[in-house]
């Protein structure tokens, strides 16, 4: 498969602070990387690198092939980026931003205004198009960013924390944007905190930590190492424990007293074959969940600490 | 190894949007000025700035120092006007400062920076839509001058030169605020300190009133330094007197602060994160 982007060894340092020691990755053409890591990891340090507007100290990095410290302005013309703050013009309307970024990407003002149109309409904001981005919610504004850099449609689209802060439904209008360009062939490199951002969108995950890769893989692959989806179980009255015990045996290890907690590598079917073996022994339950691996789990289990303790 | 026509594509994309050029640097600053001037005209505060400020600035001092001045026989409309314009310039320049702090806390920079657009892009189209205030500034300053009985002595050239002069001052210090917005970057800590230039430069200035007037001490300082200068040879413009002496001053002061000003804010534009 062909590789869009490429980083071997990526070493930066701020001061004292080794923000980035040895990154290596590489994106095939027209996938989706996802980058993990809490706050702090070195994921915005990573595509600051990759997007010319930082030098590593050491190392180097590719996009189609173009070298990134000795060719940076090819690298430009090749990526779109949206930074982790949405980087458009508040006193500006949001048509006269992508406008803007459209004419700076050398379309004539004519085809600028009709490209604009146009993705206004594809970013659900044509009626929000002439108000100033200033009165825009949250949602918006990130729809905005992700439509302004694509004005000029890039091979790479570099995308830094895209949905951070945002409410559900925010987030998920983003990602059906986010796979609609995936379907599109374009490349992308997505940084997030959050391991259902990466498992939705993205074909391959990097986890970061401290400034290193520390595990890679499918999301499946980082699943399946923290052990997958588990059920819970809490139990009305603590005294059906050994009860409730016998009555999943074979189902898998049963850890916990009082709230029961099971592997669920079936999921749903698993735990319908929990409630169907509970009911049958007459025993009542104060409550059952399908729980799946956070961020913080797969953290747990990779490093060993939180991601919190990291920042 | 990349297919071929993803390789061809690349290839032209990086043809295509080349950044590269005296070319696109301009173009490239016309289009960030246009975007910088829909702004500043959205902005309150820059309309007062631009059409009120200055008049009441004018109008205080002449009411504050005419009296005084004649005491000396100096014609002070004739003195004052010259240095109104200059702050006027100033506080425009300042303002850019606050304006590109913005941009750089919003992450506009950035986003610009990691475009393929001329390096020289965002400093040019700071200086571009700059400019274009500073002469609706004029535009409103001169002719009011002109009710309080300024007089240009000598002609159209004059009034150009005075112009020119004008915008060349504010070529440099736009440029040397940019400097200082670039270098300190959060618009709070820029806000707070855009101001500590102006009390030397401007107030320290043979501008409002003659170096004599300063203590001895300071002189020296009030008639080397670059504003005095400038005022001198603006007031040399519009009263017709000698020129060559303070305009060549001037002309050597600002291009070697432009100079010096230009070069590190595009190598600070080039490193700032």
């Given at each position: 498969?062909?590789?869009m982007?490429?980083?071997?060894?990526?070493?930066?340092?701020?001061?004292?602070?080794?923000a980035?020691q040895?990154?290596?990755?590489?994106?095939p053409?027209?996938?989706v990387?996802g980058?993990?890591?809490?706050?702090?990891?070195?994921?915005?340090?990573t595509?600051?690198?990759?997007?010319?507007?930082?030098?590593?100290?050491?190392?180097?990095?590719?996009?189609?092939?173009?070298?990134?410290?000795?060719?940076?302005?090819?690298?430009?013309?090749?990526?779109?980026?949206?930074?982790?703050?949405?980087?458009?013009?508040?006193?500006?309307?949001?048509?006269?931003?992508?406008?803007?970024?459209g004419?700076?990407?050398?379309?004539?003002?004519?085809?600028?205004?009709?490209?604009?149109?146009?993705?206004?309409?594809?970013?659900?904001?044509?009626?929000?198009?002439?108000?100033?981005?200033?009165?825009?919610?949250?949602?918006?504004?990130?729809?905005?960013?992700?439509?302004?850099?694509?004005?000029?449609?890039?091979?790479?689209?570099?995308?830094?924390?895209?949905?951070?802060g945002?409410?559900?439904?925010?987030r998920?209008?983003?990602w059906?944007?986010?796979?609609?360009?995936?379907?599109?062939?374009?490349?992308?490199?997505?940084?997030?905190?959050?391991l259902?951002?990466?498992?939705?969108?993205?074909?391959?995950?990097?986890?970061?930590?401290?400034?290193?890769?520390?595990?890679?893989?499918?999301?499946?692959?980082?699943?399946?190492?923290?052990?997958?989806?588990?059920?819970?179980?809490?139990l009305?009255?603590?005294?059906?424990?050994?009860?409730?015990?016998?009555?999943?045996?074979?189902?898998?290890?049963i850890?916990?007293?009082?709230?029961?907690?099971?592997?669920?590598?079936?999921?749903v079917?698993?735990?319908?074959?929990?409630?169907r073996?509970?009911?049958?022994?007459?025993?009542?339950?104060?409550?059952?969940?399908?729980?799946?691996?956070?961020?913080?789990?797969?953290?747990?289990?990779?490093?060993?600490?939180?991601?919190?303790?990291?920042? | 190894?990349m297919?071929i026509?993803l390789?061809?594509?690349?290839?032209?994309?990086?043809?295509?949007?080349?950044?590269?050029?005296?070319?696109?640097?301009?173009?490239?600053?016309?289009?960030?000025?246009?975007r910088?001037?829909?702004?500043?005209?959205?902005?309150?505060?820059?309309?007062?700035?631009?059409?009120?400020?200055?008049?009441?600035?004018l109008?205080?001092?002449?009411?504050?120092?005419?009296?005084?001045?004649?005491?000396?026989?100096?014609?002070?409309?004739?003195?004052?006007?010259?240095?109104?314009?200059?702050?006027?310039?100033?506080?425009?320049?300042?303002?850019?400062?606050?304006?590109?702090?913005?941009?750089?806390?919003?992450?506009?920079?950035?986003r610009?920076?990691?475009?393929?657009?001329?390096?020289?892009?965002?400093?040019?189209?700071?200086?571009?839509?700059?400019?274009?205030?500073?002469?609706?500034?004029?535009?409103?300053?001169?002719?009011?001058?002109?009710?309080?009985?300024?007089?240009?002595?000598?002609?159209?050239?004059?009034?150009?030169?005075?112009?020119?002069?004008?915008?060349?001052?504010?070529?440099?210090?736009?440029?040397?605020?940019a400097?200082?917005?670039?270098?300190?970057?959060?618009?709070?800590?820029?806000?707070?300190?855009?101001?500590?230039?102006?009390?030397?430069f401007?107030?320290?200035?043979?501008?409002?009133?003659?170096?004599?007037?300063?203590?001895?001490?300071?002189?020296?300082?009030?008639?080397?330094?670059?504003?005095?200068?400038?005022a001198?040879?603006?007031?040399?413009?519009a009263?017709?007197?000698?020129?060559?002496?303070?305009l060549?001053?001037?002309?050597?002061?600002?291009?070697?602060?432009?100079?010096?000003?230009?070069?590190?804010?595009?190598?600070?534009y080039?490193?700032?994160?």
């Amino acid at each position: 498969m062909d590789v869009m982007v490429e980083a071997r060894g990526l070493e930066k340092c701020f001061g004292r602070t080794r923000a980035l020691q040895g990154i290596d990755l590489s994106v095939p053409a027209g996938s989706v990387l996802g980058v993990l890591g809490p706050n702090g990891a070195g994921k915005t340090t990573t595509i600051n690198c990759l997007t010319t507007l930082l030098k590593p100290d050491k190392g180097y990095a590719t996009i189609a092939g173009y070298d990134v410290i000795k060719q940076p302005a090819a690298v430009r013309s090749l990526i779109g980026v949206t930074g982790q703050f949405a980087a458009v013009d508040e006193e500006l309307t949001a048509r006269e931003n992508l406008v803007l970024f459209g004419r700076l990407l050398r379309l004539s003002a004519t085809e600028a205004t009709k490209r604009a149109t146009e993705l206004l309409g594809q970013f659900e904001l044509l009626e929000a198009g002439n108000r100033r981005v200033k009165e825009f919610s949250g949602g918006m504004r990130r729809r905005l960013d992700l439509a302004a850099s694509i004005v000029a449609e890039p091979l790479v689209l570099f995308l830094d924390e895209p949905t951070t802060g945002l409410d559900p439904r925010s987030r998920r209008q983003l990602w059906d944007m986010v796979v609609a360009l995936k379907e599109r062939g374009i490349t992308i490199f997505l940084t997030t905190q959050y391991l259902e951002e990466a498992d939705e969108l993205a074909d391959r995950i990097v986890v970061i930590d401290r400034g290193t890769v520390i595990a890679e893989g499918t999301s499946d692959d980082l699943k399946n190492r923290v052990g997958g989806t588990f059920c819970k179980l809490e139990l009305a009255d603590p005294k059906d424990e050994s009860k409730v015990r016998r009555a999943l045996s074979g189902l898998g290890d049963i850890t916990g007293t009082g709230t029961l907690t099971l592997a669920a590598p079936d999921g749903v079917t698993t735990l319908s074959e929990v409630v169907r073996r509970v009911d049958a022994i007459g025993v009542t339950l104060a409550d059952i969940s399908l729980c799946r691996p956070s961020l913080d789990d797969v953290f747990f289990a990779l490093t060993g600490h939180t991601t919190g303790e990291t920042t | 190894m990349m297919a071929i026509d993803l390789q061809a594509k690349a290839k032209q994309l990086v043809k295509t949007r080349c950044e590269v050029g005296i070319g696109r640097a301009i173009a490239d600053s016309f289009i960030i000025g246009q975007r910088n001037l829909i702004r500043l005209s959205r902005q309150p505060a820059v309309i007062t700035g631009v059409l009120v400020f200055p008049i009441v600035f004018l109008t205080a001092f002449l009411l504050a120092f005419e009296r005084s001045m004649a005491t000396q026989n100096i014609d002070y409309i004739q003195y004052l006007v010259p240095i109104i314009t200059l702050q006027a310039m100033f506080f425009t320049a300042m303002n850019s400062a606050s304006n590109l702090a913005g941009d750089i806390d919003t992450g506009m920079l950035q986003r610009c920076r990691a475009m393929p657009i001329s390096r020289a892009a965002v400093l040019g189209g700071l200086l571009i839509a700059y400019l274009v205030r500073a002469i609706v500034t004029l535009a409103i300053l001169l002719p009011v001058a002109y009710l309080y009985g300024f007089r240009f002595q000598s002609g159209v050239f004059s009034v150009i030169g005075y112009i020119l002069l004008t915008l060349f001052f504010t070529t440099v210090a736009v440029t040397g605020y940019a400097l200082l917005a670039l270098g300190l970057k959060k618009p709070d800590l820029v806000q707070s300190l855009v101001i500590v230039p102006y009390a030397p430069f401007l107030l320290l200035s043979s501008g409002f009133s003659p170096a004599e007037n300063f203590p001895n001490w300071l002189q020296p300082f009030v008639v080397t330094q670059p504003v005095s200068h400038i005022a001198a040879a603006l007031r040399a413009l519009a009263d017709g007197d000698p020129l060559l002496i303070p305009l060549l001053w001037s002309v050597a002061w600002l291009t070697v602060l432009l100079g010096g000003f230009g070069w590190t804010a595009i190598w600070l534009y080039r490193r700032i994160s």
